[in-house]
């Protein structure tokens, strides 16, 4: 038998509410040994979807005035008998009445451990699981709507879809070899070809959308670069929403990285302002300028920032070469100015360009749609049910390399008991990835990155 768990489930703090949330056999009765409810009524005597108001007491010593909500087994979150405390907020009450249910026999919850629960007991699969920590810690709408959209099932959808051809297939084939004596047509290889590349095509769909997925979850490295004085601070403040770095007319000013987190709409960018890069005598600004060309290679995103006032330098030069192939955006600033550098060279050496002033906001929207093409969020749709974790996306390239494995094979000869092994290896990943067939460490694996009292 499972113990009973508990753990507060609200951040700890203060606040208006906290929750401490207890799920399991004994988890009315724990309640109940430690709550007197205004009605009379008993926490065991509570229907489920019911709440009661009390007050909360421990060895004869009255904690707090609370609700409790009563979820009885098995329609609650985890499958079990669950009861949420609501209490007032604040770092004191809450944990002194987790204190005393854990004092009534609860043990405290590990990381996750709720809804480890809700996934061994059957009410979610593992995928929607995992969604639920990107619900929590999502910071844009996109990212919120693709959390969500698996945690619906949506992912899971797409993810069966894929499986119901492969098992068809493998229990044609394996129907076909194990029983000659019932007749039973053997496979065209014709369909054979069309249903393994149906299924080959909507893999690659999903492996293809997890970058742009894990783009709007966890954002992109980005690094603003440009010779002194061309608006790199401005524009850093412009996307940070205040003075984040220092600007001045005198070049130079910035010498080491300001680094902070910022949203291009539902982007996130880690941004870093840097050094401005140029010849320089100046010991101090020359380790700034190596650090800014350092981050260059690493970047995922890199702002190339351009003075349309003036024309092209040798440094605005070497700072193009530096950039060949890069995901780069050569941003033109100073757009409200008269242009006078060559506009037309900055676009062949970088394909994505926008013209924009960082003093004025001009041109953000522009920014934000070239953003979007080169990290691959233009055409994401978060509705249809993306991959989240590097654990779904391993299993989904596994299941592929299975699928292209069996269409090399019939097209190589090989008899079609082979094939049916490598169909059947290509349903193994999928049935590992949606958590039907798992180990107990991959379980534990995935909800050991949960939050404590979800």
């Known amino acids: 038998m499972e113990h009973t768990i508990a753990a507060i489930s609200t951040p700890v703090g203060q606040g208006g509410m906290g929750v401490i949330r207890i799920s399991g056999q004994d988890a009315l009765g724990i309640v109940d040994s430690i709550f007197e409810s205004v009605s009379g009524k008993r926490v065991t005597e509570m229907k489920g979807y019911t709440a009661s108001f009390g007050k909360i007491s421990d060895n004869g010593e009255h904690i707090d005035e609370v609700v409790v909500l009563v979820f009885r087994a098995p329609l609650s979150y985890t499958g079990e008998d669950v009861v949420e405390i609501s209490c007032h907020g604040g770092i004191y009450i809450t944990k002194r009445i987790l204190r005393a249910v854990l004092g009534k026999g609860a043990k405290p919850a590990q990381p996750g451990e709720f809804t480890k629960r809700a996934f061994l007991n059957g009410k979610i699969g593992l995928t929607e699981a995992e969604s639920v920590m990107d619900i929590i810690s999502a910071v844009g ?33 394996s129907a076909w070899a194990d029983y000659p004596e019932e007749e039973i047509p053997e496979v065209d290889g014709l369909t054979l070809k069309n249903s393994l590349i149906s299924a080959k095509k909507e893999l690659v769909s999903l492996i293809n959308s997890y970058d742009a997925g894990k783009v709007i979850r966890e954002g992109v490295d980005t690094v603003i670069v440009g010779k002194p004085n061309v608006g790199k601070s401005t524009l850093m403040n412009l996307l940070t929403g205040f003075e984040r770095s220092i600007v001045t007319d005198i070049p130079g000013t910035t010498r080491d990285i300001v680094e902070e987190t910022v949203m291009l709409g539902d982007i996130p960018l880690r941004l870093s302002d840097t050094a401005g890069i140029r010849s320089t005598d100046d010991p101090v600004e020359r380790i700034g300028v190596k650090r800014a060309k350092s981050r260059l290679s690493a970047a995922g995103l890199i702002f190339a920032v351009f003075d349309s006032s003036t024309p092209l330098s040798d440094d605005d030069m070497e700072l193009l070469d530096l950039l060949k192939d890069a995901p780069a955006v050569a941003v033109i600033n100073k757009a409200d100015l008269d242009v006078k550098t060559d506009s037309d060279f900055i676009k062949e050496k970088i394909r994505h360009t926008v013209f924009i002033s960082a003093k004025t906001g001009e041109g953000i929207k522009e920014l934000e749609r070239e953003v979007g093409d080169i990290v691959g969020t233009s055409n994401l749709d978060p509705s249809l049910g993306i991959l989240a974790t590097e654990r779904q996306f391993n299993d989904a390239e596994s299941a592929l390399n299975s699928v292209e494995e069996a269409l090399s094979a019939i097209d190589a000869g090989i008899t079609l008991d082979a094939v049916t092994v490598i169909i059947e290896d290509a349903i193994n990943s999928l049935l590992e990835l949606t958590g039907e067939r798992v180990t107990e460490a991959v379980v534990d694996k995935v909800f050991s990155h949960f939050c404590v009292g979800k």
Not at 148 to 169: A, T
């Open 141 to 173: 709408d996109r990212s919120a709507r693709a959390a969500l959209s698996v945690l619906e099932g949506n992912l899971r959808k797409r993810i069966d879809n894929v499986k119901g051809i492969l098992i068809d297939l493998a229990a044609h084939l």
